[in-house]
């Protein structure tokens, strides 16, 4: 036997495998970061966008300024309790505007349908979107519909974009928050990500809760009716949870965030679901309740503002923004100990929006 | 042998097949008109759009006219000679803005990707969008991005939305056409629609042409400039070519048209692939000309306009807009008799953009 030759050893490709999407990538999480930072927006090159990523892009026109934001729907299963995936369009833009403090003037719909797809459903998904952004007080003025073949697609998916109006007086963004700023929750999380799960995996859930899926603006408007410019930052954990939005926050800000854990509010099943699956309630996606940091000397009326509102009813202070440990936030538990709460780093619910 | 009992041949469930999304539903043909007009506007009900539906949106804040414009681009391949699903849907959405005499002030950009699709194929995307909005002098001010497990997409689909600002003095509508109007046409058809169909089938033709994607604002700008409100309509025939853009232009401005049918500039390559595969040029997709409808006693100077923009270079009027037969499309051929150029029903090349 004699010995082989190196050369012969050598492959004439090389071995490393071709880099490809990979589901996390759409998490919300620090991949879903990394994905847009590091390929998509320095591909732009100098048609990139300015400043952090925030949840809608700012421009001003003569002397108005205006928001504008786009999502991409392609939650499963299409029809969920609480809502469905064109209810969930129209809160998301519509949200992703009241992030910085913009009322919605205009939406657009754009369709991507699976050929064969039952027409029904998508009367049913168009008559929903007509009912959210009528309860909205926002008009959908145009849109684009796509046909692909079978197989070609999952069904059906939902583009929706949004242009709105800020309000004067007020230029939250996750880069406004500073260390002492009152850390404020909307409303209970988990609903969303455990009722969406729960439906596509037949877990039961959702008998007891449903998707908290709903628009937020006119929450935001009493807020800054309320606080002004001291409602430095805001952001709706949707993808990622709780974790994402405070983890953004605290880099784009350059704070530390300390959260309470016993002041989060989990509802009973979102609880039980989570500790069925091992998910932590705070990287469960939600549509329906946002984050606000709020100069500490204003934080109780803009509480009080929220509580007068539906959707703020069980308004709740979370935490403070600090100056120790920029861009970490920590979780103080119920025994006293404090943990680092980090960015999921893929994906834990792929499709839940 | 005994009679069947008749009760015993009802079929308990009915017959009739449920509806169901057809191919040709996303055409630009008849079929998208109906599913459109039939179930996605009137399901909107409050929230539908007012008027005609038109390439872009007009809306207004304070004293500025504003246009928005959403499209899904689902083009097989990505890409092809002359372009790929990056600059088309750049092009696509400054276009749309510009057939309503807007100028584009900012974009969005949403992917939906398949997981397993390659890294290095989104960054060629994505930095296609980068060069096409340099070019076209536009920001992508935002974005999202989804990724579905395998096989719930087929790779990449992609969607822009624009804003964009209307020119003053000028206010061209679907609706806007009148009698006596030149109908104006900037450049060579079907490139686009051959290519990608060649591409898709290796047919070769792809070549000899490429798609003829680009922006066209400028073109309009120029156009704008030389004819002001006496530019009454204008559109960019991309799905279903220039009948349907014609026909919609007859449509919703109660007019004839008349066209010459040795006046359309077909490119030799293209009409021998449409000769191949048995199309009609005047149905194929563009994705870098436009249709103008112009007042007869300016016809000339806006035609003189186009021809001074490299885009517009091989402009050429081909036909007039009559008072006769309100809504239909006639084409007079070379032996000088006439036939009706009739949209398209469903589908003829699906996934062209």
Known sequence: MTAPDPAALTCPAPLREVERVLLGHGSGGRL???????????????????????????????????AISTDAY????????????????VHGTVNDLAMRAAMPLALTVAYVVEEGFALADLRRVAASVGAAACAAGVPVVTGDTKVVGRGAADGLFVVSTGVGRRLPGAAPSAAGAAAGDAVLLSGPIGCHGTTVLSAREGLGFD???????????????????????????????TRGGIASALNEIARDSHIGVEVVERDLPVPEPVHAACELLGLDPAQVANEGCLI???????????????RSRPEGRE????GTATGVDPGRV???????????????VGEQLPRIC
């Open 207 to 237: 008998a007891e809760i449903g998707s908290d899926t709903r628009p937020l603006h006119r929450l935001v408007e009493a807020m800054v009716a309320a606080g002004g410019t001291a409602v430095h930052a805001l952001r709706d954990p």
């Open 292 to 306: 606000a940091f709020v100069a500490p000397d204003r934080a109780d009326e803009v509480l009080a503002a929220m």
């Open 330 to 344: 920590v979780i103080r538990t119920g025994v006293g100990s404090r943990r680092v709460l980090d960015m999921l």
């Open 32 to 66: 879903s970061a990394e994905l847009i930072g590091d390929v998509l927006v320095p591909a732009l090159g100098r048609a990139a966008p300015p400043g952090p990523l925030e949840d809608a892009a700012v421009f001003t026109v003569g002397d108005t300024d205006l």
């Open 74 to 89: 392609v939650v499963s299963p299409l029809f969920f309790a609480g809502g469905d995936i064109g209810s969930l369009a």
């Open 315 to 318: 308004a709740v202070r979370i």
